[in-house]
C-alpha cells in the first residue's frame, strides 16, 4: 500500500465534468463490431476519434485493434462527410477485405446530420457490379448522448436489426451477454457448450480482442460470430439477455418511438415471436443460478455437475472468508449494468455498498439495486451521470473500505489509502484486464478471494507490528 497521502481539504467547485465515469459512445460500438466475424470497424468522423479509440482499446487488450476512420477535413464538415465515407470504405476493402463493415458515427457526423443510411445505399449503386462488396452495418453513436456502453448496445441493436431475417425455426440460442471481459465470453460459451446449447453470441470478441500469438500478422483477427449465424438470430428457440439497462441509456432510452429503443432480444422477440429471458450480468451466486436455471430449462439437461461442485466450493470459500469482508462498506463504480450486479453481489457476501456509481445515465439504477441487493440495496446511495472527482469527493465523506471498479478510480483509492479491487473496463495499470473473471461462479469465486486478500493486505500493510497470521 502507497504511503498515506494528504487528502485535499479544499476542493473548488466545478460544474463541468472532471474525468468522466464514461468513454465514448463510437469506442463501445466499435468493441461490438469486433464481434462479427470478418468486420472492419469504421468511425465517421475525425482522425483523432479513431486514434484515440484504438489507443484506448490496446491499452486494455493488449491486442493490435485496427479501427478505420473516414478522416473528416474542414470541407468535409462542413458539406458533408459522405465522400470520404465512401473513400474510407474502399480503402478498407482494398486493404482489409472485409466480410462486414461496421460503421459508428462521431459527435461531429451526427452534429451535422449525415445520413449514414443514404450513403451507404448510394456506395452500394455506384458499386452495383463489385461481388466483393461486404456487408454494411451502421449504428448512431454520437459521444455527447451516451456512453460507450449506449454506443456498445446502440451497435449490437443495429447488428440485430440488420442481419436478423425470417427463418425457419432452428434450435439455436441467441445470446446476448452485454459488455463482457474476453474471458469471461470464453467461460460462457463453455457453459453452453456443456449444456450443449448451440448458441449464436451478439457479440462474440473473445477471440477477435484476445488472440493467441501470431506468426504473421493478421489484418482481420480470427473469431468473431458469422454473419449466417447472425441470419438464423430470428429462428431460434430462445434468447437470453444479461442487464436491465442495455441501451435504455441516453440514446435510444431518451426517444419516444420505444420500438426504436429496443433491445436486440426484444426486437427479435416482437418481430419474430423469439422468447426472451432477461437476466442481470451473472455475478455472485444468486445471479448465477438464475442463468445455471435458464440454460438447464432451456436445454431441458440437468445443471452438470462440474458447475454445481463450482458452486458449492464458491460457498464453502464464503464462510471460510466472510470474517474477512462481512459488514465492510465498498464504493462500487462502472457502468450501471456491471455496477446492479457487482452490488448484488457485494450483498451477498456481507458487503455494505455504501455508493453505486456511474457515468450511465438511465433513471433505473437505484429501482434495479434495490431489487438485487435485499440487504443493503434501500440503504444504498446511488448516483448516475457522476464523474470521478466527484466519486472522489464523495469517499471521502463516506470513507469506504475499499473500492471496486475499473482502474481509473486508481487516484481515489491511493488518495484515501484504501484498495481498490479492479474490475470490469478498462484496465489500463494491470496486465490481463481483458481475462478478469466476473461472471458465473468461478467469476464471483476469483473476485471474493481478491476482496478478502486486500483486506488481509490492508490490515498487514497497515499495522503498526504487522502480522503473518490471523
Ligand atoms: S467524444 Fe465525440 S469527439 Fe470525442 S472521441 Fe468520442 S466521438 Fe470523437
Known amino acids: 500500500m502507497a504511503d498515506k497521502i494528504p487528502v485535499l481539504k479544499e476542493r473548488k467547485n466545478f460544474v463541468a465534468t472532471r474525468n468522466a465515469c464514461k468513454v465514448c459512445s463510437p469506442l463501445g460500438g466499435s468493441i461490438a463490431y469486433k464481434g462479427i466475424k470478418g468486420c472492419v470497424p469504421v468511425i465517421h468522423g475525425g482522425q ?32 458533408g462527410g459522405e465522400a470520404n465515407l465512401s473513400a474510407a470504405i474502399q480503402n478498407v476493402i482494398t486493404q482489409y477485405k472485409p466480410e462486414v463493415v461496421g460503421v459508428c458515427t462521431t459527435c461531429l457526423a451526427e452534429t451535422i446530420g449525415d445520413d449514414i443510411g443514404q450513403a451507404l445505399r448510394n456506395y452500394k ?12 452495418v451502421y449504428s448512431s453513436t454520437p459521444s455527447y448522448q451516451g456512453s460507450h456502453m449506449d454506443g456498445f448496445h446502440e451497435t449490437v441493436a443495429a447488428i440485430t436489426k440488420t442481419f436478423a431475417t425470417k427463418v425457419e425455426l432452428n434450435e439455436k440460442v441467441n445470446i446476448f451477454p452485454g459488455f463482457l471481459s474476453t474471458e469471461d ?33 493478421h489484418r482481420i483477427p480470427d473469431g468473431g460470430t458469422s454473419v449466417e449465424d447472425l441470419k438464423m438470430m430470428g429462428g431460434a428457440k430462445a434468447s437470453i439477455e444479461f442487464g436491465p439497462v442495455l441501451n435504455r441509456g441516453n440514446l435510444a432510452g431518451r426517444v419516444k418511438n420505444k420500438d426504436l429503443a429496443l433491445t436486440g432480444a426484444e426486437y427479435l422477440e416482437k418481430e419474430f415471436g423469439v422468447k426472451k429471458f432477461g437476466i442481470n450480468i451473472p455475478v455472485g451466486i444468486t445471479q448465477s443460478d438464475e442463468l445455471f436455471e435458464i440454460l438447464s430449462d432451456i436445454s431441458g439437461k440437468d445443471i452438470p455437475k462440474k458447475y454445481t461442485m463450482e458452486r458449492g466450493r464458491l460457498i464453502d470459500a464464503y464462510a471460510d472468508g466472510h ?46 439495486i434495490e431489487k438485487c441487493a435485499p440487504v443493503h440495496g434501500k440503504t444504498t446511495e446511488v448516483l448516475g451521470d457522476l464523474d470521478f472527482e466527484k466519486i472522489n469527493e464523495l469517499c471521502i465523506d463516506m470513507k469506504p473500505d475499499f473500492i471496486i471498479g475499473n482502474s481509473k478510480g486508481y487516484y481515489i483509492a491511493r488518495e484515501l489509502n484504501i484498495p481498490i479491487i479492479r474490475v470490469g473496463f478498462p484496465i489500463h495499470d494491470r496486465i490481463g484486464g481483458s481475462r478478469l473473471k466476473h461472471i458465473a461462479y468461478k467469476g464471483a469465486q476469483e473476485n471474493f478471494d481478491k476482496i478478502c486478500n486486500a483486506m488481509m493486505e490492508y490490515k498487514q500493510e497497515n499495522s503498526e507490528v504487522g502480522y503473518k497470521y490471523i
Not at 455506384?126 to 454494411?136: L, R, Y
Not at 456443456?194 to 453470441?201: K, L, P, V
Not at 459488514?327 to 451477498?348: C, P, Q
Open 125 to 136: 449503386a455506384a458499386n452495383a457490379d463489385d461481388k466483393s462488396i461486404p456487408e454494411f
Open 48 to 79: 483523432g476519434c479513431a486514434t484515440y479509440i484504438r489507443r484506448y482499446l490496446i491499452s486494455h487488450y493488449k491486442e493490435p485493434v485496427d479501427i478505420a476512420s473516414s478522416n473528416f477535413s474542414e470541407e468535409s464538415t462542413i458539406f
Open 323 to 368: 470474517k474477512y469482508v462481512f459488514g465492510k462498506k465498498a464504493v462500487v463504480y462502472g457502468e450501471e449494468d456491471l455496477v446492479i450486479a457487482m452490488t448484488s453481489f457485494l450483498d451477498e457476501i456481507g458487503v455494505e455498498v455504501i455508493l453505486a456509481a456511474s457515468g450511465g445515465n438511465s433513471g433505473i439504477l437505484k429501482n434495479e
Open 185 to 217: 465470453l470464453r467461460m460462457l460459451k463453455d457453459i453452453l457448450e456443456d449444456f450443449e446449447i448451440d448458441y449464436i453470441m451478439i457479440p462474440d470478441y473473445s477471440e477477435t480482442l484476445d488472440n493467441p500469438v501470431w506468426d504473421t500478422y
